[in-house]
C-alpha cells in the first residue's frame, strides 16, 4: 500500500512544477488520447521518450515513479493469464500441458502493458508536479465552457480535487492500521482462506470509519469557512499562461497527430 504514489505532490522546483495546470492536464489529456492509437511499438517509442524527458525536467525520481507502477503488477500477471487461456491465434509459442500458448496473447499483452504504464507515468508526473489548489483551480477553469449547459465547474473540480489529496491519506491510514492490527496479533499475511478473509475484515472496518471521520470534518471545516457550493466566488490566486505552458501543449499537440499519422499507414 505505501507504493502508491498517485496524488502525492512532491514539493520540487523544476520548470514542470511551475507551469501552468491547465497546459499539464491539457497535455496529458492529448497523450492519453494518442496512447490508444493503434501507432504500434514506433509510437510507444516516441511517447515513452516525451514522457522520460518530463520526468526528467520535473526532477521526479526513478524510484519514485516505480512505485507508481508497482501495484499494477498483479494485475498485469492475472491479464496474462486470461489472455493465454482465451487468445488462440497467431502461432503456437509454448505447449503447457493442455494450454498453448500463442504469440498474439503475448503480443495483446504487452500492448496492454505498455499503455498501462505509459498511462501510470503520465498521471504520476502530473500529481507529483502540480499542487491540489493548482489542480482544482485549472480543472475549474478548463471545465467553465460546460457551465453553459448546466454543469457545475467548480463543484467537480473541487470533488476531484479533494479525490486526488486523500488518495495519500487513506494508504497511510491504512498502514497505520496494518502495524496496529499486526501488534494486536491479527495476520494479514497468512492462515487459512476464512482467517485471512476475517483479518482484512478488521482492517476494513476501521479504514471506512476513519475515512467517514476524515469526511466529515473536512465538511465541518468548510462550513466554518462561509464555503457555500454554487456560489461566486473570487480568487487570491490567477492563473496564467506563458510561452512554456504553450510550447507544452503543442508538443503534446504534435504527439497526437504523429500518432494518428502512424496509426492510419500501419
Partial sequence: MGNLTLGRYVP??????????????????????????????LGYAIIFAAVSVVIILSKLSIGFIWKSMKPMLIMLGFLLIINILVIHTGTPLVSLGP?????????????????????????TCLTATTKPLDMTLGLEDLLKPFEKIGLPSHEIAMLISIALRFIPDLIDETNRIIKAQESRGVDLKEGKLMERIGAILSLIVPLFVSAFQRAEDLANAMEARGYQPGEKRTRYKVLKMSWPDWLLLICALLILIVMAVLAWFI
Fill in 12 to 41: 520540487l522546483d523544476s520548470p514542470i512544477h511551475r507551469m501552468d495546470p491547465r497546459a499539464k492536464i491539457g497535455a496529458m489529456l492529448m497523450v492519453l488520447i494518442a496512447i490508444f492509437f493503434p501507432a504500434g511499438w
Fill in 99 to 123: 494450454v498453448t500458448i500463442y504469440s498474439d496473447a503475448i503480443f495483446q499483452t504487452l500492448y496492454i502493458v505498455v499503455r498501462l504504464l505509459l498511462m501510470i507515468m503520465i498521471t
